[in-house]
């Protein structure tokens, strides 16, 4: 069966810090990899998708970026964090119905 | 800008009764799908209804959709003290490009 995983569970940053979040999915392979954030009490916004290695589309111009070195990897990253990059964050895979993983809380002080 | 906007935004009920929840979107879609989310945790994929479908059943959800309207309900039934979570819709354009609403946050009271 496939499974989805992400680290850290939660992370505390301070502004102007890096970051570097990870995904992995197992059990299937050239998945559709996404990247969402979900700020408190909101709904998730579409940050990047993925249809092979090496293919980013971004939904959201801002100072993260998505790279997909391998099939089933998905990472998240930032040269520099903004108090506004604080929220949850959501990896998924699918095509048709999303499977996700179960986030990261990241906290930008 | 967000595609699915869910209404009521809250809602509470007491267990046994069925809850409905809403969503409205604003451009053609190929399926709309719902899922739950459980505080803290990611969301779980409930039901899926494609755009030529007008309503379809899972267990004690039913799912409606009405493309002239552009907007689909969810109504959970008999519902339950476990069914306290946040609902989302998500509507799907192209093969790749989910956009999912603002969520209805349910809470069941026993």
């Known amino acids: 069966s496939q499974t989805i995983h992400q680290w850290p569970a939660t992370l505390v940053q301070p502004v102007g810090s890096p970051l570097s979040l990870e995904c992995t999915v197992e059990?299937?392979?050239?998945?559709?990899l996404y990247w969402y954030r979900q700020a408190a009490g909101r709904g998730l916004q579409l940050l990047f998708y993925?249809?092979?290695?090496?293919?980013i589309s971004s939904e959201v111009p801002q100072n993260l970026s998505a790279s997909r070195p391998q099939d089933r990897q998905f990472i998240l990253s930032s040269k520099k964090l903004l108090l506004s990059d604080s929220g949850f964050y959501l990896c998924?895979?699918?095509?048709?119905?999303?499977?996700f993983g179960p986030g990261t809380r990241l906290t930008v002080t | 800008s967000q595609q699915g906007e869910e209404d009521p935004q809250a809602l509470s009920i007491q267990e046994g009764e069925n809850a409905t929840m809403n969503c409205s979107y604003k451009?053609?879609?190929?399926?709309l799908q719902w899922y739950r989310q459980n505080s803290g945790r990611g969301l779980v994929h409930l039901i899926l209804?494609?755009?030529?479908?007008r309503e379809k059943h899972s267990g004690r959800l039913r799912v409606t959709l009405d493309t002239s309207k552009k907007s689909s309900s969810l109504l959970i039934t008999a519902s339950r003290a476990a069914d306290t979570a946040s609902y989302f819709c998500?509507?799907?354009?192209?093969?790749?490009?989910?956009?999912f609403g603002t969520g209805t946050r349910l809470k069941v009271l026993a």
């Open positions: 209804i494609r755009s030529n479908e």
């Open positions: 998500a509507t799907v354009t192209g093969t790749y490009k989910y956009i």
């Open positions: 998924a895979w699918g095509q048709g119905e999303q499977y």
């Open positions: 059990g299937t392979s050239n998945p559709n």
């Open positions: 451009t053609s879609i190929n399926n």
């Open positions: 993925s249809v092979g290695i090496g293919q």
